[in-house]
């Protein structure tokens, strides 16, 4: 699976959009991109994930840039509920496989 | 909705004693996953099982062995523990056909092991 490069933490004011940026150079034609987060010590829940267009559901939007080698989670109003650490996961064909956890972006969210 | 059962959800054991975690999934789900996450780590995959068959293996130590049952729960067996095994143990749950499916791993709360 392709390697992904996010910043190590970043800072949001509650109720604006925060954009998470993730790098994927190396990522393949098959590769899907996942997007999970992690509060405090709870077990990682899904966010969203897509393969080349642009994903928008109930929590976040996904965009993916055309040559696939960037995307970005974008939250568009941003809770303190928000705080966690934002994992961004480069996979082969989603169905079976494990997900490989990186350094992901701790994302703060102040008010 | 059914969520990811993990138990117990604390553990405490002793150095060389031996622990087991268990691990209920979502019903109809046929694949489990286990994680580990030491203090301020990320999780790191263990272990998965599709149908009851292991379909992947990854940092396990060999003093660890897992199975999973005819009614897909799954359990986690840690011996001869070590003071490096306190950490929070995750298991997750998939269902795999084809068609329609995110491929979304649904995680547990974990199980926090302590070894002293």
């Known amino acids: 699976d392709a390697k992904t490069t996010q910043p190590t933490s970043m800072d949001c004011a509650e109720g604006r959009a925060a954009n998470l940026p993730c790098n994927h150079s190396?990522?393949?034609?098959?590769?899907?991109v996942y997007w999970y987060r992690q509060i405090h010590s709870q077990g990682p829940q899904y966010i969203i994930h897509?393969?080349?267009n642009n994903e928008t559901n109930e929590m976040a939007s996904l965009i993916i840039t055309e040559d696939r080698k960037s995307s970005t989670l974008i939250l568009p109003h941003a809770t303190l509920r928000d705080t966690a650490v934002y994992y961004c996961?480069?996979?082969?064909?989603?169905?079976?496989?494990?997900?490989?956890f990186g350094a992901g972006t701790i994302l703060r969210v102040k008010s | 909705a059914a969520g990811v059962i993990q138990s117990p959800r604390h553990l405490i054991k002793e150095k060389r004693e031996t622990a087991t975690l268990k691990c209920y999934p979502i019903?109809?789900?046929?694949?489990v996953y286990w994680y580990q996450q030491g203090p301020g780590q990320d999780p790191q995959f263990l272990i998965s099982?599709?149908?009851?068959?292991?379909?992947d293996k990854g940092s396990i130590p060999d003093r660890f062995s897992a199975q999973q049952f005819s009614d897909y729960h799954s359990e986690l067996n840690m011996s001869s523990l070590e003071l490096g095994d306190s950490a929070l143990y995750f298991c997750?749950?998939?269902?795999?056909?084809?068609?329609?499916?995110?491929?979304?791993?649904?995680f547990g709360e974990g199980s926090r092991l302590t070894v002293l």
């Open positions: 997750a749950s998939s269902f795999f056909y084809r068609g329609k499916n995110t491929g979304e791993l649904f």
């Open positions: 099982f599709y149908e009851k068959m292991q379909s």
């Open positions: 190396t990522i393949s034609g098959n590769e899907y």
């Open positions: 897509g393969l080349k």
């Open positions: 996961i480069v996979r082969v064909d989603p169905r079976g496989n494990k997900l490989v």
């Open positions: 019903p109809r789900h046929d694949t």
